[in-house]
């Protein structure tokens, strides 16, 4: 086993007023290193703080000597015309090499820094390195470097080299040995001289250019311990046990076709062949449905139902004005139903809603691809510069893969909808486009978010959300679209006004924060929005504004999400209360996806806001929320969050007012 020695010295200078400061020359055989007493550190606006007590490591050059005593000197020179007192000395350095999953304790200030080495046992390729601390100030920096020498180990040059984080009481890297070539590395770690890195409190600006400031008790007590990273086994856990979760949704889905596949035959069948009054099992709502087929195909006589979409103008159709010649006729029917209320063509609807479809894609497409640009060159500079202050990351349970890191995001799972005769021609007209404009920014969501966490930070949190604007957006035009089969507004309109949504989520990320004439403006055009709105909804709206004018919350983009969210769901709310009060009644299953996609949405949030990281504060704030992995040691609760909440969003969509109601007799139906 390979051993090393580590050696410190240390100068403690004993004169009070030196007029010149004394330079220490440490020569080695391949190594110089070199140091003043006093030491003057820099801070931010050339703040300068001296130091009298200074300890250093000296550095450990690889050798190919199975056995070797290196030797050093000590220069020491001053330009003081004065005598001139220190006191020098040279020590061993307790664990200079650190063990696998052993905890060392140690001390460090500014001018003390310290740090170790670490050698990989044979079978471990990736070990993660933990430095923790009871107190959150001073701020400090925990560095991976190569062996090599000189030692990057001040508050002024730790981040030329390797990997670094800034930490108040915990700091994580994952090192790969595939990254060292002499399998091993460097554990540094610098007291900073001041703490706004860390977010502490700023230091008042200095008065006088060459004023020294006093640094005061910059003593920090830390402990490092170094263990091993996951291994295959566990990755492959943790895919299969996400390939588990897609194929259980796909299994589901493709039993729940084939049940109403089979369904659908059946009646289809019965229409066929005409024997309806003959089946004493059919249920009414499907006995309306068949002779609303019947009747309604007898309407639709000369009219080619594949003519060309493109061939269909809606001024061939009836105005507002010649319902009232017909509409008497219609009442004439035996089973009224709520399509006989749509006047406008269905192709001409059909057309227009498969607009928002063609839209999404295209934003899509062009939003997508400058996103995916910006998320490589963030991960390129991450891994040239070595920062990892840049990402905020969940750095206890990050597991990066050769050079990518492993996130867990949105999987997005779609079920196509069948378009039959029976469902086009009963209940409220059905227009398929919404539907898939909503799957499209569903998957779009999946992409981004995925784009989002391969550096998670406050300028690129926008990718995380803007989609779910459109969710939001788009279902709530779904649901107006099923009280309101004849009006729809333009998909040209709709996508101005969630673009619209999207500017101001990217003026609150630039300008909100802090900015109280920001949030005045906004608050206002919130409110004369939404005034039209129901009483509660007056409540809800009035309740979140005056909370954006008192808290001023730094992440205005989840601020705006809430906002789009509540009022989807008083708009829904609003939906439900509407159908039960005109007589309608609420499916079984429609209800059971209710209550369960409510139940798996309580769970998604208690893990959303579980907190391991947050970019509202500095790196190192962010890392104190870090956690440990509670799920196949590969899982965090954020991922665990992604898992429930996709789950949670197919139920949503699931929970649409197509499947909450058969199709209904006109004097049991609100239409407004």
């Given amino acids: 086993v390979t051993y090393t020695e580590g050696v410190r010295v240390s100068v403690e200078l004993l004169s009070e007023s030196a007029q010149s400061p004394v330079l220490f020359v440490v020569r080695q055989k391949q190594a110089v290193l070199s140091f003043q007493v006093p030491l003057i550190l820099r801070g931010l606006y050339q703040r300068k703080y001296q130091y009298t007590q200074l300890g250093r490591t000296l550095c450990q050059p690889p050798t190919k000597a199975v056995a070797e005593t290196q030797f050093f ?91 670094y984080q800034t930490m108040t009481t915990t700091a994580a890297i994952t090192v790969q040995r595939k990254d060292f070539p002499s399998n091993s590395f460097y554990v540094v770690v610098v007291v900073k001289t001041e703490d706004e890195a860390c977010g502490g409190p700023l230091r008042f600006y200095p008065l006088l250019p060459d004023e020294l400031l006093d640094a005061g008790n910059r003593s920090k007590t830390l402990d490092v311990i170094v263990s091993p990273a996951i291994n295959s086994e566990v990755y492959v856990m943790g895919m299969l046990f996400c390939l588990g979760i897609f194929l259980s949704f796909y299994l589901l889905t493709f039993l729940v076709a084939c049940v109403e596949n089979k369904r659908y035959d059946t009646v289809f069948e019965m229409i066929k062949t005409r024997t309806l009054h003959d089946d004493l099992n059919l249920k009414p709502a499907d006995q309306r449905c068949i002779f609303c087929v019947l009747e309604r195909s007898l309407e639709s006589v000369g009219r080619s139902r594949h003519e060309s979409l493109s061939s269909v103008e809606e001024d061939d159709y009836d105005t507002l004005a010649d319902i009232d010649s017909d ?45 995916i640009q910006l998320v490589i060159t963030y991960q390129t500079v ?20 050769g050079a990518l ?49 391969v550096c998670p930070n406050y300028t690129n949190f926008q990718f995380d959300t803007s989609f779910m604007y459109m969710i939001a957006g788009l279902c709530m035009l779904k649901l107006y679209q099923k009280r309101h089969p004849d009006i729809n507004a333009s998909a040209y309109s709709a ?41 509660m909804g007056n409540i809800v709206n009035w309740s979140l504004a005056a909370y954006g004018l008192i808290k001023r919350p730094n992440d205005f983009a989840s601020y705006l999400l809430a906002i789009a969210i509540c009022n989807l769901l008083l708009y829904f709310a609003f939906y439900i209360i509407m159908k039960l009060r005109s007589g309608e009644r609420i499916q079984c299953l429609a209800l059971v996806c209710i209550l369960f996609t409510a139940v798996v949405w309580g769970f998604a949030l208690f893990f959303f806001f579980q907190g391991l990281s947050t970019w509202q504060k500095t790196p190192a704030e ?51």
Wanted: include cysteine; aromatic fraction near 14%.
């Fill in 382 to 401: 991450v891994n040239v510069t070595g920062n990892q202050d840049i990402c905020y990351y969940n750095f206890l349970c990050a597991h990066p893969l």
């Fill in 622 to 672: 962010s890392r104190e929320h870090n956690r440990e992995c509670i799920l196949l040691s590969f899982f965090d609760d954020h991922d665990i969050w992604h898992f429930l909440s996709s789950i949670a969003m197919f139920g949503s969509f699931l929970v649409s007012p197509e499947h909450q109601s058969d199709s209904k007799r006109t004097e049991n139906h609100h239409v407004s």
């Fill in 405 to 453: 890191r492993c996130v867990c995001v949105r999987e997005c799972v779609c079920v196509c909808e069948r378009e039959s005769v029976c469902l086009q021609e009963c209940g409220i007209p059905k227009h398929f486009g919404l539907y898939y404009a909503m799957g499209t920014a569903l998957m779009m969501e999946g992409l981004l978010s995925a784009c989002y966490h």
């Fill in 495 to 535: 996508y101005a006004c969630l673009a619209a949504v999207i500017f101001f989520s990217v003026l609150g990320v630039v300008f909100g924060k802090g900015n109280t004439a920001f949030w005045i403006v906004f608050s206002v055009i919130h409110i004369l929005d939404r005034m039209v709105l129901l009483v």
């Fill in 327 to 371: 509409k008497n006729i219609v009442r004439t029917k035996k089973f009224l139903c709520v399509s006989d209320l749509a006047r406008k063509d269905n192709r001409i609807l059909s057309k227009k809603y498969q607009i928002y479809f063609w839209n999404i894609a295209t934003i899509g497409v062009f939003y997508a691809l400058p996103v």
């Fill in 73 to 163: 000197y000590v220069d020491v020179s001053t330009l003081s015309s004065a005598g001139i007192h220190y006191q020098l000395r040279v020590s061993r350095v307790d664990s200079f090499t650190l063990q696998t999953d052993k905890k060392f304790s140690f001390n460090a200030t500014p001018s003390q820094p310290q740090f170790f080495k670490y050698v990989f046992p044979e079978g471990v390729d990736t070990v993660i390195v933990k430095v923790n601390s009871q107190k959150n100030f001073p701020c400090s920096v925990m560095s991976i470097q190569d062996i090599q020498c000189p030692v990057y180990d001040l508050d002024n040059n730790v981040a030329f080299i390797g990997m």
